[in-house]
């Protein structure tokens, strides 16, 4: 099994920064994509930003030039620097990752995190 564990979420005021962690841990063999999404009470997930093994990123229109997601793949971790933070940022974040485990190396599995709580006051 693999898990994942996040950190660094809690409560800013709006312009502040905040920066997430996550740690994979486990029966990993590689791991391939890395990433951010986040959920608002009654909507569907979605993607704050991706990062490959390669170091290729993909964000959010919405966090453009605020968010930067970063990963140290000798230590299976993902990080998001969230700067100039809005109210609208106010939701849980969800660590995302896909993974090759070393138990079945035939294909790749997708885990998430529990989510952190990220407030934003105004």
């Known amino acids: 099994q693999v898990q994942l564990v996040e950190s660094g979420g809690g409560l800013v005021q709006a312009g502040g920064s905040l920066r997430l962690s996550c740690a994979a841990s486990g029966s990993i063999f590689r791991i391939n994509s890395m990433g951010w999404y986040r959920q608002a009470p009654g909507k569907q997930r979605e993607l704050v930003a991706a990062?490959?093994?390669?170091?290729?990123?993909n964000y959010a229109d919405s966090v453009k030039g605020r968010f930067t997601i970063s990963r140290d793949n000798a230590k299976n971790t993902v990080s998001l620097q969230m700067n100039s933070l809005k109210p609208d940022d106010t939701v849980v974040y969800y660590c995302?990752?896909?993974?090759?485990?070393?138990?079945?190396?035939?294909?790749?599995?997708?885990?998430w995190g529990q989510g952190t709580q990220v407030t934003v006051s105004s």
């Open positions: 990062i490959t093994s390669l170091g290729t990123t």
């Open positions: 995302n990752a896909e993974v090759v485990p070393a138990y079945d190396l035939s294909r790749s599995y997708v885990y």
